[in-house]
């Protein structure tokens, strides 16, 4: 029974504990280094190096927690995670269908992408300032730019990190044979 | 179309998110949501704490030619000010005589609730509005005002939940308040937030005059905000001659980087 539970008690935990730092910790950073967006980037990882259906249970931890963070609308963590999610579940299995460090990047870059158009453009009907799209300013395209930069950063670390304890990943260069 | 083979794991996702989603909507999760929140403020005071002093141990690499300039600036500033302070007590003085005399009633009856920042909010702009760990259980409601330590007023509450509430900050873009000159003709003005940086006051009458270094407080005429509590210094005054109205730029005294302990004020 509690091998069947410990996978979820594990997410659980862990992802409790992604939300707090990103909350709490993260957002109190100076610029640049406050544009780290650690949930997302665990979340990817996960349905990279586990399976959609572990990243489905992480979304519900951390779209909960984020959302009992949030004042916007109950469920908009959750919502925006899940067609995150749902569109790199999309992209892994129809175009990166080798589980090498070149994919994990690409999709870091891609979910990143999506995840920030998918939340801004919630945000702009949300709060009904209808005046200036996000589309067309500087500081979307920055936040973008350095939230990129920080997943494939982190991307290279954990996939060197679990490259070493685990055998699910292609070495970076592929050997000719 | 997007295929997905196995259909099952999306089903239950959706399942459970439709249940959390009604079980909020009709408040029977509150309880829990409550509880873990309360749970969680002390970790996330902590972090926010260790945040903060990062942010303020990044920003502090200057050169001491500059810090030196500044500290010279800071003790002129200082001699100035404690001449005014002088003065200031020796009319306090007499004006609790005269009051005494008179009879009057000291008309500030406001008091303050001390709050933790806990976490700061993403939002579309660059405004990182704060969240405190007080709410509605503390007496909390929109509008209210919140100050420093060291009691010039950061912003205002937005929004409110049982025990947490939102900050929009006086350089937030949307946080307006009533605001006065602190000259001889008490200037009225609105101040709204520009970019996350710095405050501008609008809706000055061309006639009035301002001046870089005037102090600009709260008027009062805000519902829920007493009168004089101090926003910032003008830095720059914008005054075309063909414009109705003139604008200034304000710079806050405090650095809202750097704010851990809130305090709201409760009329």
Known sequence: MLKRIWPFIFIFLF?????????????????????????????????????????????????????????????????????????????LRSWLTNRSLYSFLLLIILSTLSYNLIINTFWYFYSGNLVGFFLWQVDFWRAVLWQIAWGALAALLMFNLVGFVARRFQPFFLKKQ | MIKIKNNKPIFIFLAVCGLLLFLHGIRVLRPVENFLISLVRPLSSRLYNWGTAVSHSYGADQDIASLQSQVDKLAGEVALLTVANSRCLEIDNENKKLRDILVFKNSSNFRLLLASVIAKEASIEDSRDLIINRGREDGLSVGLGVISESGEIVGKIVEVKDNMSKICLTTSPNCQFAASVQNQSRTQGITDGDLGLTIKMTYIPQLEKISPNDLIITSGLGEMIPRGLVIGKVTQVKNESNEVWQAATIEPLTNFDNLTIVSVVIP
């Open chain 1, 15 to 91: 992802f409790s504990c992604a939300v707090w730092l990103q909350v709490s910790l993260i957002f109190a950073w100076p610029s640049f280094f406050n544009q780290i967006n650690l949930v997302l980037i665990v979340l990817i990882f996960t349905l990279f190096f586990f399976d959609f259906y572990s990243a489905l249970q992480a979304i519900i931890v951390s779209g909960f927690w984020l959302d009992l963070y949030s004042f916007n609308f109950f469920g908009f963590y959750l919502i925006i995670f899940f067609l995150t999610i749902l569109l790199a579940d999309w992209i």
